[in-house]
């Protein structure tokens, strides 16, 4: 089958494009990228004026909650609110029941996402066995099963000497280390952000610098070892001004943050709101303003949801006993494109912390519409309003706080491998 996309603004930080034009999909790949295309006979053609055409988006952070907690989220209803939400591909964190520490858990995960899923599934499996920071998982084994990266991703490595010998071991099979960059003791009982409303509320608080220190040991093991390290969800101030400096030293290190933390700050937990409660948690403005600079600058490198559905169960309970988490893959879109919007960040820059830093931080394919490249492709109407409820959002669990927001921009056409696994309405 071929298809014709027509008329879109193609953006491709791969190739540095952005420019209005036409892209031809034959048999699964991007055949052709040019500024008109003559339409080959047989062929479908999807008109895209005012459509952005980007590389399939990839999420590097998210949770889909299979094996073991699919009351929450499964592997098929995870990569439908991905596909949904522009994603292509998703990296799904191994704090599943059990972890991901094992080839058998990495093999179902890839099984199960040849039969129900709906993009790309790139397990992350274990640092250390059963996440308990004693033990560092079979590395090789799991590499062999098909694991891309290693993270203890929910649970830090609290042993500075076994995450040393996470980074040299996973060097030697060049697998990507994604570190939850807190210090337990610091964080412990912690339920919010510490400050003015943590006291308020009379909740414990987790500081600012639980993460910022753990940030600070993986930036000097990078340095220790020469090996890169990826940092997950950054939240801080503090943390960008050590990713800065990392960077200025020409360290090899890469940070993610989530659209909430760019988005939404510690105000949304008064009131005991437990749909904000996440971990990190919510920060301060000057956090928030931080992180959105730091997107703009490039000490940020990616934007990834952690994606973290909870059911009622987990949720409507007392603030203190409800889990940590929010669910991601549908809004991270439109709330990315409102830095676009506030002239923060480039179109272009949208699509590269979106897809193309991701890739090259997992080091899968992806993240260009290169010509020979596998048509992963998402369309996204960046002006198109739609309302935040329930039945929009395709995930099985509904812990958005998020719920009733009127948002601006969505996918409206999602192809893996130039198969449609999404169009709106
Ligand atoms: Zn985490």
């Known amino acids: 089958m071929r298809l014709l996309i027509r008329k879109a603004r193609i953006l491709d930080p791969s190739q540095g494009l952005d420019l209005e034009g036409d892209l031809l999909i034959e048999e699964g790949r991007i055949v052709a990228l040019d500024r008109e295309i003559p339409p080959p006979s047989d062929c479908e053609i999807f008109e895209a004026q005012r459509l952005w055409a980007l590389p399939g988006l990839i999420d590097l952070h998210v949770h889909l909650r299979e094996p073991g907690e699919e009351w929450k989220e499964d592997l098929e209803t995870g990569t439908t609110a991905a596909a949904a939400g522009g994603f292509t591909a998703v990296a799904c964190m191994p704090n599943t029941r059990p972890p991901n520490d094992s080839p058998e858990v990495t093999r179902y995960l890839l099984s199960r996402a040849r039969e129900v899923g709906r993009t790309r599934v790139w397990p992350v499996a274990c640092i250390s066995k059963g996440q308990e920071g004693r033990e560092l998982a079979p590395f090789g084994e799991l590499k062999e099963a098909g694991a891309v990266a290693l993270s203890d991703d929910g649970r830090p490595v609290a042993d500075s000497g076994l995450m040393r010998l996470a980074l040299e071991y996973a060097a030697s099979f060049d697998l990507p280390v994604i570190s939850h960059a807190e210090d337990p003791g610091l964080s412990a009982g912690g339920q919010v952000n510490e400050g003015p409303v943590a006291a308020r509320l009379g909740l414990k608080g987790i500081p600012a ?115 940590f988490g929010l669910l991601g893959l549908e809004t991270a879109v439109p709330l990315t494109l409102n830095l676009v919007r506030e002239g923060l960040l480039s179109p272009l820059r949208f699509a590269e912390l979106l897809s193309t830093a991701p890739a090259r931080i997992l080091k899968v394919p992806g993240g260009t519409l290169k010509p020979g490249s596998p048509a992963d492709v998402t369309l996204i109407d960046p002006d198109l309003p739609w309302v935040v409820t329930e039945e929009e959002l395709h995930s099985k669990s509904k812990n958005s706080p998020f719920l009733g927001w009127e948002m601006r921009g969505r996918a409206v056409l999602t192809l893996v491998e130039g198969e449609v696994r999404w169009r709106l309405r």
């Open 209 to 323: 610098e639980a993460e910022a220190v753990a940030i600070f040991r993986e930036v000097r093991l990078a340095a220790l070892t020469g090996v890169p390290v990826h940092i997950a969800h950054v939240s801080t101030a503090l943390s960008v001004e050590i990713l800065r400096r990392a960077k200025e030293e020409g360290l090899p290190v890469t940070a993610e943050t989530a659209p909430h933390y760019f988005t939404l700050t510690e105000e949304a937990v008064l009131e005991y709101n437990t749909q904000a409660k996440v971990n990190p948690p919510l920060r301060t403005e000057v956090d928030r303003e931080a992180v959105r600079q730091a997107l703009a600058e490039g000490v940020i490198d990616a934007v990834a949801t952690d994606h973290a559905p909870h059911s009622p169960l987990e949720k409507e309970v007392e603030f203190p006993a409800a889990a």
